[in-house]
C-alpha cells in the first residue's frame, strides 16, 4: 500500500495546512487459473496467472470467504491448495494482497 501527501482546497485560494494521506492499492491481476474445479474435501493446487504478483508481500486467495496463504512462483504465476468445503457448486475465487482491501477480479472455481 502506498501513500501520497495531499492538501485540500474548495477554492483554489485556501488550501488545508496539513497533508492528507491519500492512499491507492494496486491489486493483484487474475487473467486465468487452472484447475478451475475440485473437490469438496480441498487440496486440489490451483494454479493463477496473472500479473503483480509481489514476491515481497503475502498474497492470499480467497475462496468464498476461506483465505489460504499464496505460493508465488514469478511475478505472472502463483499457486493455492483449495480448502475444503460442504457444499458442491461455484465458488467466488479472488486473489489480493493480505492486508490490503482491494482484490483480484472473481474467478468461479
Given at each position: 500500500?502506498?501513500w501520497?501527501g495531499?492538501?485540500?482546497?474548495?477554492?483554489?485560494?485556501?488550501y488545508?495546512?496539513?497533508?492528507?494521506?491519500?492512499?491507492?492499492f494496486?491489486?493483484?491481476n487474475?487473467v486465468?487459473?487452472y484447475?478451475?474445479?475440485?473437490?469438496i474435501k480441498g487440496?486440489?493446487?490451483?494454479?493463477?496467472?496473472?500479473?503483480?504478483?509481489?514476491?515481497?508481500r503475502e498474497?492470499?486467495?480467497?475462496?468464498?470467504k476461506t483465505?489460504?496463504?499464496?505460493k508465488?512462483i514469478?511475478?505472472?504465476?502463483?499457486?493455492?491448495?483449495?480448502p475444503?468445503?460442504?457444499k458442491?457448486?461455484d465458488t467466488k475465487?479472488?486473489?489480493?494482497?493480505?492486508?490490503?482491501?482491494f482484490?483480484?477480479?472473481?474467478l468461479?472455481?
Amino acid at each position: 500500500m502506498n501513500w501520497v501527501g495531499v492538501n485540500l482546497t474548495l477554492n483554489n485560494q485556501n488550501y488545508t495546512d496539513e497533508d492528507v494521506r491519500f492512499y491507492f492499492f494496486n491489486p493483484p491481476n487474475v487473467v486465468d487459473a487452472y484447475p478451475l474445479k475440485g473437490p469438496i474435501k480441498g487440496g486440489t493446487e490451483v494454479n493463477i496467472w496473472g500479473t503483480k504478483f509481489d514476491k515481497t508481500r503475502e498474497i492470499i486467495c480467497i475462496f468464498d470467504k476461506t483465505s489460504v496463504k499464496a505460493k508465488v512462483i514469478s511475478k505472472t504465476h502463483l499457486t493455492c491448495l483449495s480448502p475444503n468445503t460442504t457444499k458442491s457448486g461455484d465458488t467466488k475465487l479472488v486473489v489480493k494482497y493480505e492486508n490490503d482491501r482491494f482484490e483480484s477480479d472473481v474467478l468461479n472455481f
